[in-house]
């Protein structure tokens, strides 16, 4: 079972994501289940963070890919949907095993939200960086239309006048 390759080092930081801490109202349980929130730079910011978190976590712990995907998805869908203190109240197997698959499965979940973040925030870099070109364009077609305005009365000024000083008038 995936709590049996677990330390118990590793089992007591399981167990401190189930305390409330003094200056928070929710557990790091609560802050492992996160979802990313509008994007903005402080946001993306904080989630980057996050995710840094999650990575450090899934590095230490055993490998979920034996599972199958039935009994995965079970798994999942019932330890996002326990709080806290249901988790705790569960036999330990139990409950660490159900842990361990949460946080795998929320760093994947990390991944793909970071991943549609970066894909929005492109978005719309290239929907601005657009409109300001095409706004370029237009201030530079009306510059370009005064200069060849003002070559057509030169070239208009050049032949119809005669002399030099006629034409400079």
């Not at 993306?44 to 230490?60: A, F, I, T």
């Not at 996002?80 to 036999?91: D, E, F, S, V």
């Not at 095993?97 to 492109?122: C, E, P, T, W, Y």
Request: include cysteine; charged fraction near 25%.
């Amino acid at each position: 079972m995936l709590n049996a390759g677990l330390t118990a080092h590793q089992k007591d930081e399981f167990d401190q994501l189930l305390q409330l801490p003094d200056d928070s109202p929710h557990t790091s349980w609560h802050k492992l289940k996160q979802d990313p929130k509008k994007p903005t730079n402080t946001e993306v910011n904080k989630y980057l963070q996050h995710l840094e978190w999650l990575q450090g976590w899934c590095h230490r712990l055993p490998a979920v890919n034996h599972i199958p995907a039935a009994k995965y998805h079970h798994f999942i869908l019932e330890a996002r949907a326990l709080g806290a203190a249901n988790i705790k109240a569960m036999q330990s197997p139990k409950r660490y095993a159900l842990m361990v698959l949460l946080v795998h499965a929320q760093l994947r979940r990390a991944m793909n939200d970071a991943v549609d973040i970066f894909v929005s925030k492109m978005r719309n870099i290239k929907t601005k960086a657009e409109a300001n070109l095409n706004q370029y364009h237009l201030e530079h077609m009306k510059r370009m239309d005064r200069l060849l305005a003002q070559l057509r009365d030169v070239l208009t000024a050049v032949q119809e006048a005669p002399t030099d000083s006629e034409r400079g008038a």
